[in-house]
Nanobody, 126 residues
Framework: QVQLVESGGGLVQAGGSLRLSCAAS????????MAWFRQAPGKERDFVGA????????YYSDSVKGRFTISRDNAKNTVYLQMNSLKPEDMAVYYC???????????????????WGQGTQVTVSS
């Protein structure tokens, strides 16, 4: 059974940092892109960023570019999201997602991901 389990969420003051982790089990995702999405209350789930299978390239939404960094450790089957300079508008449930295809097209499209974690809450106080 494939599982993605996020951790690392919590409460942080504006300007602070958090590091989220997403540990995969049940299969290896080392050959596939992985991504982070987030969903604020009453809003749609939005793309945050993605990373290629090797970790050699990343792509971010404009709202987080320069503040967030995605990395991965394929030996641990884990992807990370380092979030710096957090703002109140970053507050959301953050989800890890993985594809079962080694393609990069439509990387920001939610429906192209096959596996999802349960999410971890990030709360940013102003």
């Amino acid at each position: 059974q494939v599982q993605l389990v996020e951790s690392g969420g919590g409460l942080v003051q504006a300007g602070g940092s958090l590091r989220l982790s997403c540990a995969a089990s049940g299969r290896s995702f080392s050959n596939y892109p992985m991504a982070w999405f987030r969903q604020a209350p009453g809003k749609e789930r939005d793309f945050v960023g993605a990373i290629t299978s090797s970790g050699g390239a990343t792509y971010y939404s404009d709202s987080v570019k320069g503040r967030f960094t995605i990395s991965r450790d394929n030996a641990k089957n884990t992807v990370y999201l380092q979030m710096n300079s957090l703002k109140p508008e970053d507050m959301a449930v953050y989800y890890c997602a993985a594809r079962s295809r080694a393609t990069w097209g439509l990387i920001a499209t939610l429906s192209t991901y096959d596996y999802w974690g349960q999410g971890t809450q990030v709360t940013v106080s102003s």
